[in-house]
C-alpha cells in the first residue's frame, strides 16, 4: 500500500509540460482545482478528464500511475459516495427503500460525480509534482508570493518548508516500509488480527519513524548551515525563471479549456 502512494514524486522528463514554466504550472493547477468544483456536470466532467489525460500524454507519463495514486484513498472514495448516495435526497420517487436507505436519481447522480471529481483532483495536483522538481517548485511558489513579502511575511521560508515537506513525503514512506518489514522478520504481525491489535502494533513502527524523521531533519537543518544558508535575502539563483512565448500559449489553451468547462456549467443550469 505504502509503495502505491506517489504524492510528492518527481518523474524527469524533456516533455513540453515538463519544460512549462513552474509559475504556470501551478497557477494552471489552482485554476483547475477551482474549474472541478465549478463545472459539477457531466460535460464539465468529461471536458475535465480528457483535458487531464491529454496532459498525462503529453508528459509521457503512464497513466497506471493513476490508478496507483487512487489505490491509498478508495476507502475515502467509498465513504464519500456512500454519503451522497444514501443521504441526497430529490424531488424524484426513491429508486429503492428499505428500513432507514433510501436511494433517489440524485444520490446516484452526486456519488457519481463526487468521485469522479476527487480522482481528477489526486490525478491533477499529482501532474504538476510529477512534472516539477522540488527546487524549481520552490522557486515558483516564492516568485508567486512575493507581493506578500511587502507585508513582511518570510515568502522564502515558507515556500521553502512547503516544498521540503512534500519533498519528504516520498523519503518518510520508504522509511516506514523497511520499519515495517524489519518489525515483520522479527515476528511482529501487522497485517492480521482485530482492528485494536493492528492499531497497537503500528506502535513498534511510529516510534522509530518519529525518530528517523527528526534525525533527517536535523541533519538537513545542519547541512544547510553548513552550506552558509541565512534564508532568501541575498540569495541568488543558477537558473533564473523567464517566460516563454510556448508558456503563453499553453496557459492560453488551458484557459480556454476552463472557460469550456465553466460555461458547461452556466448551459446545464438553463435547461436545467
Known amino acids: 500500500m505504502l509503495r502505491d502512494i506517489t504524492i510528492g514524486q518527481h518523474f524527469p522528463g524533456h516533455s513540453a509540460l515538463h519544460r512549462l514554466d513552474p509559475r504556470v504550472k501551478l497557477v494552471l493547477t489552482i485554476a483547475y482545482i477551482v474549474m472541478l468544483f465549478v463545472g ?104 508567486l508570493l512575493m507581493p506578500l513579502s511587502k507585508l513582511h511575511l518570510p515568502v522564502h521560508e515558507l515556500a521553502m518548508m512547503m516544498t521540503i515537506a512534500l519533498r519528504f513525503i516520498p523519503v518518510l514512506l520508504e522509511e516506514t516500509e523497511k520499519i515495517m518489514n524489519a518489525q515483520k522478520a522479527r515476528g511482529a504481525e501487522l497485517d492480521s488480527g482485530t482492528l485494536r491489535q493492528r492499531v497497537k502494533a503500528l506502535i513498534p513502527v511510529l516510534i522509530p519513524l518519529f525518530v528517523s524523521a527528526f534525525r533527517r531533519a536535523d541533519e538537513l537543518a545542519m547541512a544547510m548551515e553548513c552550506r552558509c544558508y541565512h534564508g532568501g535575502e541575498g540569495r541568488t539563483r543558477l537558473k533564473q525563471l523567464r517566460m516563454r512565448p510556448s508558456d503563453l500559449a499553453i496557459a492560453a489553451l488551458a484557459v480556454l479549456v476552463f472557460t469550456a468547462i465553466g460555461l458547461s456549467n452556466l448551459w446545464f443550469k438553463r435547461i436545467g
Open 40 to 143: 459539477s456536470n457531466p460535460m464539465g466532467l468529461v471536458i475535465s478528464i480528457v483535458f487531464l489525460v491529454v496532459l498525462y500524454t503529453i508528459a509521457k507519463i503512464p497513466l497506471k500511475l493513476i490508478a496507483k495514486s487512487i489505490k491509498p484513498i478508495i476507502p475515502i472514495l467509498l465513504f464519500t459516495a456512500v454519503l451522497n448516495l444514501f443521504f441526497m435526497t430529490g424531488p424524484s420517487e426513491p429508486i429503492f427503500s428499505w428500513w432507514i436507505f433510501t436511494i433517489y436519481r440524485e444520490g446516484i447522480y452526486y456519488a457519481i460525480v463526487m468521485a469522479v471529481r476527487i480522482i481528477c483532483l489526486i490525478a491533477g495536483t499529482s501532474l504538476l509534482t510529477y512534472t516539477t522538481s522540488p527546487i524549481v517548485l520552490t522557486d515558483a511558489i516564492e516568485q
